[in-house]
């Protein structure tokens, strides 16, 4: 995905999840000058804490 360096500073959040999926092509005046990507390992515990906290509060609502 490409997007202008306006568009990341706007939306850093929207990006900083989406390239956990893929990588973002940064672009500065129609030239691609940057990549952000996920570091795969981050990406991995970012997932297992979510799902942890998930069946924690899932654990709370049928006890």
Do not use: C, H, P, W
Request: aromatic letters at 8%; charged letters at 25%; zero cysteines.
């Amino acid at each position: 995905m490409k997007v202008s360096s306006t568009e990341l500073q706007n939306n850093f959040g929207k990006y900083l999840m989406l390239a956990t999926k893929e990588e973002i092509i940064i672009t500065r005046n129609g030239m691609e000058i940057a990549v952000l990507s996920a570091i795969k390992d981050a990406v991995q515990d970012t997932q297992s804490l979510i799902f942890e906290g998930l069946f924690a509060e899932l654990d709370k609502i049928f006890k």
